[in-house]
């Protein structure tokens, strides 16, 4: 027989057995804003495709036909892919799983859970679409003939670390948004600037050229950064991957990822009386 | 704790801040805080006596507080009281929605809290899909909404929409789809809040005979409902809540008799619509002489219902209408007698009663609707919802609502003589 007792400040204890034993309700959400995800579309999933080619096709000509800016060796549309996946796949998760909360309110108000589902099965929907996305690099290693080496293998790596990249930041603010609906207009805005300040459309060889050692150090403070370069060293395959910038990167994406698991869980409890 | 005990409540409180947050609705702005912050810091340096002006920026409200009690296993425990008293924070804390500010509750068993009907519910999404989200969200396995999902179907009675969006849905199959995952959950612990109150009679009726079911399975229940004849009809105990406080635990008839008799004063409810609306206004009414109270009768008392009603200007040609409704039907209706009706009247107040033959009526919740016109055709002003109040059930009736028809009219009905074929 089951035994719960419920007492101020004690949720602590069952709380990650919770999490597991709610896999089950963490599955079905996934999946229901899977299934949800481009209904009453006319073209449906291609939307994944689309978006992220229209972004390549872009920064390709800009930044590749027009600025020529360096890189290193490779088709510059598959370099600005090798970019423009992973951090499509950051913002989608960073932007759905920050709405995540709020969006589910009547939810949350009703039913008890642990939480961080909500956020998380976000990030595995984001997911999807990044899966599905990879058939953009697909067709553009075909189109330029560009075969791939063993590195490729490491790619479900780096996306791990995508994963956790956005589950920081997205934990955090989703959590935030609750009680500041501020972070409504935020997160907009700091994907629309990611995507610039983020060496998605340029290679960060180009920044180490121009600024040196110390400029990539600083573009590194961008935990998404660790995650392109990685992209980039296994689908390119051209420049060896700058251990320091790659680790300063992936260190920040954990402290993020360890601020924002103990944000949400502080804020956790107040949730139902605050949204 | 001894076995047969599934929930023990012990000092129970749940504390809410009033104040700055709550003005803008429940939720701050980011710059609020960052500027009450500011304030807080500038105070602080200025003036020594800074926290006792900080304090006066939020108000502690208790929803709840020192609430104590025991429930045993398959008892069907109803919770009453007005609306704020705490009811639904009780429930949300005992469902683990929110968490108690003090206290200690010990739940020995699986606990499913029917909050509301079709939590979840996606309205993209397809009946048969949103059994089986809405049957998660709820605790129930995957296995378990399958092995359940044609009793479900058949419940909802929506056989032939399984495969539409709930958005096609009619409200009521989509309340019916609802209730339908949620009647067939098996928890050791059932909390239910006032979801009872949806869909047609008919299916009303099968929802409490459901209820009863599960009731009668051995299950512990939960349950926060206005209607009192529901109530009656279901919970072995009842617990009344008084702001925030336990105030009665015991049986369901005293507690239910308790209630009625405090709300007195809460009887009026709805409002007057129509031409002469705003001429007039009630000031109270309630049932008289029952034993039970003013809003409970007994088919064996002979009430009358008494009503006072102010009028803001003298009407030429006054009359006043009352009528009864049973779960939305409308069963009858009663003018002012030839002699009173169409009489001149004055500004100010007004009394007047109306006999209720309860022996006619059968065992429900019924609302009184109250109306006025002055003779000309359109120029009135009507409360369908004046007051409500529940005719209980006796050993007559008891078991035989569904076959008694909607009024039981003084009709006789007898034998004649045998005559014999030998």
């Not at chain 2, 206290?103 to 059994?131: D, K, M, Q, W, Y």
């Not at chain 2, 378990?144 to 179907?153: C, L, T």
């Not at chain 2, 705003?278 to 309630?286: A, D, G, H, K, P």
Request: glycine share 8%; charged share 20%.
């Amino acid at each position: 027989m089951e035994k719960l007792i419920i007492e101020a400040g004690k949720s602590e204890a069952h709380y990650w057995r919770d999490l597991w034993r709610f896999r089950e309700l963490f599955e079905v959400l996934a999946w229901r804003d899977i299934s949800v995800r481009y209904k009453q579309t006319y073209i449906g999933a291609a939307w994944a495709v689309i978006r992220p080619l229209l972004t390549i096709l872009i920064g390709a000509g800009i930044f590749g036909g027009l600025a020529k800016m360096p890189s290193d060796g490779v088709p510059y549309a598959i370099l600005v892919c090798a970019g423009t996946l992973p951090w499509y796949f950051f913002s989608n998760a960073l932007s759905e799983s920050s709405a995540s909360l709020v969006g589910n309110a009547n939810l949350i108000s009703k039913i008890y859970f642990p939480r961080m589902i909500l956020p998380m099965s976000a990030v595995v929907v984001a997911f999807v679409d990044f899966a599905i996305s990879m058939l953009i690099l697909v067709g553009l290693m075909v189109w330029y003939q560009f075969p791939p080496t063993w590195r490729m293998l490491t790619l479900p790596l780096f996306t791990l670390l995508a994963f956790l990249s956005a589950a920081g930041p997205g934990l955090l603010f989703t959590a935030l948004n609750v009680k500041y609906r501020d972070f409504r207009y935020i997160i907009p805005f700091v994907v629309q600037f990611g995507l610039y300040i983020s060496p998605v459309f340029y290679s960060t060889t180009a920044i180490q050229e121009k600024y040196g050692d110390v400029g990539r150090m600083i573009v590194a403070i961008n935990p998404i950064v660790g995650v392109i370069d990685g992209y980039r060293w296994a689908i390119c395959g051209t420049t060896p991957l700058h251990w320091q910038s790659f680790v300063t990167s992936i260190l920040l994406s954990l402290i993020m990822l360890f601020v924002g698991v103990w944000y949400f869980r502080r804020m956790e409890k107040t949730f139902a009386d605050v949204i | 704790m001894p076995d047969d005990i599934i929930i023990r409540a012990e000092n129970v409180g749940k504390r809410y801040t009033l104040g700055h947050s709550s003005e803008n609705g429940g939720y701050r702005k980011f710059s609020d805080t960052l500027i009450h912050a500011a304030k807080a810091s500038l105070r602080w340096l200025k003036t020594a006596n800074s926290e006792q002006r900080t304090e006066n920026l939020s108000e502690d409200f208790w929803a709840l507080k020192d609430i104590n009690f025991e429930i045993k296993r398959g008892e069907v425990l109803g919770i009453i009281g007005r609306n704020g008293a705490g009811k639904s924070t009780l429930l949300k804390i005992l469902s683990r929605i929110t968490e108690p500010t003090t206290g200690r509750i010990t739940l020995n068993g699986r606990v499913a809290s029917l909050l509301e009907v079709g939590t979840g519910f996606h309205p993209e999404l397809t009946g048969r899909e949103n059994i089986y989200l809405n049957g998660a969200i709820l605790g129930m396995h995957r296995a378990e909404i399958k092995a359940k999902f044609d009793e479900i179907v058949a419940f909802a009675e929506v056989e032939k929409f399984l495969d539409t969006p709930v958005k096609r849905y009619s409200s009521g199959m989509y309340v019916r789809l609802a209730f339908a995952v949620a009647a067939h959950l098996e928890p050791e612990i059932l909390i239910i809040d006032e979801v009872l109150a949806v869909g047609d009679a008919e299916f009303q009726k099968k929802c409490l005979g459901r209820m009863q079911d599960v009731a009668k399975g051995g299950r512990t229940v939960l349950f926060v409902s206005h209607n009192l004849g529901q109530m009656r009809a279901l919970c072995t105990q009842a617990a009344m809540l008084e702001n925030g406080r336990l105030v009665f635990q015991g049986s369901t008839e005293e507690a239910l008799s308790r209630y009625a008799k405090n709300s007195r004063l809460s009887a009026i409810s709805g409002r007057f619509t129509g031409p002469l609306a705003n001429q007039i206004e009630l000031i109270s009414i309630s049932l008289a002489r029952t034993e039970a109270g003013p809003t409970l009768c007994q088919r064996s008392d002979q009430p009358v219902i008494e009503l006072e009603i102010r009028l803001r200007a003298p009407i030429e040609r006054l009359r006043i209408t009352v009528a009864l409704f049973l779960d939305g039907v409308r069963i009858c209706t009663t003018h002012e007698s030839q002699g009173h009706a169409f009489q001149p009247s004055r500004a100010g107040s007004l009394k007047a009663t109306c006999s209720l033959p309860v022996e006619f009526l059968k065992p429900g919740n019924y609302t009184i609707g109250l109306g006025i016109c002055d003779g000309h055709p359109g120029t009135y002003a009507w409360n369908p919802d004046a007051m409500s109040f529940n005719i209980l059930e006796d050993a007559i009736s008891k078991g035989l609502e569904a076959e008694l028809g909607l009024v039981c009219l003084p009709m006789t009905l007898n034998r004649s003589a045998v005559t014999s074929f030998a």
